[in-house]
T-cell receptor, first 115, second 111 residues
């Protein structure tokens, strides 16, 4: 158990809908990261927050948005869903900034299926 | 634009040493290179991290040459439980903070 929790574990929805994925980081971790993992794209970095502020952006679509709240939990909002958005979405947390001697701890993921 | 390349798959036998290399160009000059292990339906798990030369912990070693254009994860004496996908993770250059995972190397350990 990494200490990072993600809800829900599974989500099945229809094209055009909007969903929210939630992540609670490990106690004491200030950074939260979101990743998408699909069979054809591998692990793709979406976005990072550090202590409530957006820190880095990856290949995140304009239909997707995220935020980190004062209690440090984070939410990833996916809207106008398409079939290609079906994937595993991972949240990770770290004490500081990744790449600066800070390992990331990954949650169990949310499996999103868009029908 | 940073780019990473890893072998898609590798086979080994129990007790052997396995070396997996990740090639990465245009990475941030002052950031660490990290390797993760992932089992099916689980999140990646940290293995080792290094900045340059050689780093060793209780499960692996990491070799990074001076030009930092590649890194090699070394797993000594693998066992069946080491069958997993291994990823390198780097940060792209240019202060964007963008993180880039390699494509992953599927290691199959045979008895």
């Amino acid at each position: 158990d990494s200490g990072v929790t993600q809800t829900p574990k599974h989500l099945i929805t229809a094209t055009g809908q909007r969903v929210t994925l939630r992540c609670s980081p490990r106690s004491g971790d200030l950074s939260v990261y979101w990743y998408q993992q699909s069979l054809d794209q591998g692990l793709q970095f979406l976005i990072q927050y550090y202590n409530g502020e957006e820190r880095a952006k990856g290949n995140i679509l304009e239909r997707f948005s995220a935020q980190q709240f004062p209690d440090l939990h984070s939410e990833l909002n996916l809207s106008s869903l398409e079939l290609g958005d079906s994937a595993l979405y991972f949240c990770a947390s770290s004490v500081g900034i990744a790449g600066e001697d800070n390992e990331q701890f990954f949650g169990p993921g949310t499996r999103l299926t868009v029908l | 634009l940073a780019k990473t390349t890893q072998p898609i798959s590798m086979d080994s036998y129990e007790g052997q040493e396995v070396n997996i290399t990740c090639s990465h160009n245009n990475i941030a000059t002052n950031d660490y290179i990290t390797w993760y292990q992932q089992f099916p339906s689980q999140g990646p798990r940290f293995i080792i991290q290094g900045y340059k030369t050689k780093v060793t912990n209780e499960v692996a070693s990491l070799f990074i040459p001076a030009d930092r254009k590649s890194s090699t994860l070394s797993l000594p004496r693998v066992s069946l439980s080491d069958t997993a996908v291994y990823y390198c993770l780097v940060k792209g250059s240019g202060n964007t903070g963008k993180l880039i995972f390699g494509q992953g190397t599927t290691l199959q350990v045979k008895p």
